[in-house]
């Protein structure tokens, strides 16, 4: 899989834990971050609340 594959399979990833979190939780707001790891590894996905 190329960085760019993972990349878009990290913000699709993203939408689905978006529409999780605001099933799960009606009306609480989360921050949802895509970024690159500093080591090479790859997207991160990491998600909290506001």
Known sequence: MSVHD???V???LK???ALALHA???GKEFDI???DAEDGY???LT???K
Do not use: D, T
Request: glycine share 10%; charged share 5%.
């Open 6 to 8: 993972a990349c878009i």
């Open 10 to 12: 990290a913000h699709l």
């Open 15 to 17: 939408r689905c834990w």
């Open 24 to 26: 799960a939780f009606p």
């Open 33 to 35: 971050v895509v970024s």
């Open 42 to 44: 790859g997207p991160v």
């Open 47 to 49: 998600f909290s609340g």
